[in-house]
């Protein structure tokens, strides 16, 4: 089974910047397709970005594009979502999120459908205006 921890959250101004981080463990993450979603307050949770287990594919929500950033290493099962210039309606709690698939279609299922196997128990971004 796999396990999922989040890291890197916290509070920010407007226009400021937070980096955060998932470690996987219970499976090699080279055969994960991984992903951050989050959880806004009245809102239903969404796919903020998802990267397949080359990271050769990825899919990022149109309200994050050009200011999020999602990577990983698999060689020490990590992933990371840099985020910059962070707006107020970014705010929410953020959970890292893991497919036992791969591929190109799964990235887009995953992100866009909110289907995932395993989840991270979350970590909390606030952005003041």
């Known amino acids: 089974q796999v396990q999922l921890v989040e890291s890197g959250g916290g509070s920010v101004q407007s226009g400021g910047s937070l980096r955060l981080s998932c470690v996987a463990s219970g499976v090699n993450s080279g055969y994960l397709t991984l992903g951050w979603f989050r959880q806004s307050p009245g809102k239903e949770r969404e796919g903020v970005s998802c990267?397949?287990?080359?990271?050769?594919?990825?899919y990022y929500a149109d309200s994050v594009k050009g200011r999020f950033t999602i990577s990983r290493d698999n060689s020490v099962n990590t992933m990371s979502l840099q985020m910059n210039s962070l707006r107020p309606e970014d705010t929410g709690i953020y959970y890292c999120?893991?497919?036992?698939?791969?591929?190109?279609?799964?990235?887009?299922?995953?992100?866009?459908?909110?289907?995932?196997?395993?989840w991270g128990q979350g970590t909390q971004v606030t952005v003041a205006s």
């Open positions: 999120a893991a497919v036992e698939d791969w591929g190109s279609s799964v990235v887009q299922s995953m992100c866009g459908a909110g289907k995932s196997d395993s």
């Open positions: 990267i397949s287990n080359s990271g050769s594919n990825i």
